[in-house]
């Protein structure tokens, strides 16, 4: 496995849309173990193709644990191709963070409750429904796959004000 480079905002590629994966084989498959180890050693919930230069609609993301920190080993991970979200109720406000986006912080406001379908590595077809922290990762992830960022989500004032000091604090 190899650890790769997570891109930073302002880098184009975190705005493209990502590709379907239309065949899973060895390519897809190194990417997605390439892609959880990344995201363990950087202590990241998730992970989505494109912020690692390749975009195509793949993520991974950690499941929760209430014993067991981030990036711990034995947390169960999965891979996602081609995932999508079916179904979401309710909302909540919660604070977010992105690898992309290293050091910045913001509550964000997303469906507290979501349902998604999509395919394991395995070529298996893949549904859960999940709320809380998984739901945000998961909205948080497919975003990704869409050439969205949480900080979209700002208002333009909030957005502004992050583009400037973002951008002096790290360039």
Same mark, same amino acid.
């Given at each position: 496995m190899a650890l790769l480079e997570i891109r930073t905002y302002p880098d184009p590629v975190l705005r493209r849309i990502a590709k379907p994966v239309d065949d899973v084989n060895a390519q897809t498959i190194k990417l997605a173990e390439d892609m959880i180890e990344t995201m363990r050693l950087?202590? $990241? =919930? $998730?992970? =989505? =193709?494109?912020?690692?230069g390749v975009p195509v609609r793949?993520?991974?993301? #950690? #499941? #929760?644990?209430?014993k067991k920190k981030r990036g711990d080993i034995g947390n &169960?991970?999965? =891979?996602i191709i081609n995932p999508v979200i079916v179904g979401s109720e309710e909302e909540e406000i919660a604070e977010e963070g992105c690898l992309s986006l290293? &050091?910045? *912080?913001e509550y964000i406001k997303r469906a507290r409750k979501i349902s998604v379908k999509g395919m394991t590595i395995d070529k298996a077809p893949f549904e859960m429904q999940c709320d809380g922290h998984m739901a945000r990762a998961f909205q948080h992830e497919i975003d990704h796959l869409n050439g969205v960022l949480f900080i979209d989500y700002l208002s333009p004032v909030k957005r502004n004000?992050?583009?400037?000091? *973002?951008? &002096? &604090?790290?360039?």
């Open positions: 950087s202590r $990241g =919930a $998730g992970l =989505a =193709a494109n912020q690692v793949l993520i991974v993301l #950690e #499941e #929760e644990s209430d &169960k991970v999965i =891979a290293p &050091k910045f *912080y004000l992050f583009k400037k000091k *973002y951008i &002096k &604090k790290d360039r």
